[in-house]
């Protein structure tokens, strides 16, 4: 009898359908996941039966193709329940916080009827201090820049030639004016285009910035007017032109830096030539009315 049981245990029809079974068992692991620790479990039946029974080597190479198909089997189980389990506390967290939400939503509610109350409270305490600030400013002594005037005299306008043109400007507040500095520059572009006020502003920024082409003055007193010299843009015969026929004309910047009792302010004032260009000295009508300022802090921009 033992010797029938071994020739049954050593046959390759037995190794074959040990194969089979765990080959059968892993893909049905595979496919349907287990609890994680079957395939393993089977994973060392499979070792325990390599391990007592003797075989050849190409039952060797099917048996460890066995081992890493069980293997694999295994830890598709643990990835696919720590998935499961991920979902479940995702799921129970979900309804945790649909469960808070009407909590939530009424504190919400309190605190932004809160919040708009005190808005509202601030809103009109803003009022009543801009109300007082502005009162303020109004009887508070000051100096004062209006629009400067251009004073081109008998300048002739021709290609390649520039001229000289005043700059008159007066202190017309109650308080004098300190460390007074002023910069003009002319830029030819298109007449009364809003799009090209803003672009040559941008550059007349940039050459105020230089420094030394602000003037200094110095001080100026109540109702003192000054003037300063400066030289105009060169203008080119297509320039002149485009002048003639209306399509292009000279922009003036003109900038006041000052000081009083109140600190640092600017003045500023922006015009073109009136067209068409018949001679020179015409009147100028002034830029878009945010590029005339009579007085605002520097840090505006």
């Not at 509202?120 to 004062?144: C, F, M, R, W, Y």
């Not at 460390?179 to 502003?201: F, H, W």
Request: hydrophobic residues 40%; neutral net charge; aromatic residues 10%.
């Amino acid at each position: 009898m033992e010797t029938w049981f071994k020739k049954i245990w050593e046959h390759r029809v037995t190794s074959l359908a040990f194969v089979m079974v765990g080959c059968g068992i892993a893909v049905f692991f595979i496919l349907h996941s287990p609890v994680p620790g079957v395939a393993v479990t089977v994973l060392a039946v499979v070792a325990a039966i390599m391990s007592i029974r003797p075989l050849s080597s190409w039952e060797k190479f099917i048996y460890m193709a066995l081992v890493f198909l069980l293997l694999y089997a295994e830890i598709h189980a643990i990835t696919v329940d720590r998935r499961e389990q991920l979902r479940h506390q995702l799921e129970a967290e979900a309804e945790q916080n649909l469960g808070f939400q009407g909590i939530r939503q009424q504190q919400n509610q309190d605190f932004q009827s809160t919040a708009a109350g005190l808005s509202s409270a601030i809103e009109g305490l803003k009022k009543v201090l801009s109300t007082t600030d502005t009162t303020l400013n109004q009887t508070a002594p000051h100096a004062l820049f209006g629009a400067t005037h251009n004073d081109w005299g008998n300048a002739v306008i021709r290609p390649g030639a520039s001229f000289l043109y005043n700059v008159s400007f007066t202190n017309t507040g109650s308080e004098l004016a300190k460390k007074a500095r002023i910069y003009s520059k002319m830029y030819t572009g298109k007449p009364d285009d809003i799009a090209t006020q803003e672009q040559l502003y941008f550059q007349f920024e940039k050459d105020w910035t230089t420094g030394s082409v602000n003037t200094s003055v110095g001080e100026v007193p109540i109702n003192s007017e000054k003037f300063v010299t400066f030289q105009s843009v060169l203008l080119s015969e297509s320039e002149i032109t485009q002048m003639q026929a209306s399509t292009l004309t000279i922009y003036t910047f003109t900038r006041i830096a000052y000081s009083d009792s109140g600190g640092n302010w600017y003045s500023d004032t922006c015009d073109g030539l009136q067209l068409p260009l018949q001679a020179a000295g015409l009147p100028a009508h002034p830029c878009d009315a945010k590029y005339n300022n009579k007085r605002y802090k520097p840090n505006r921009h």
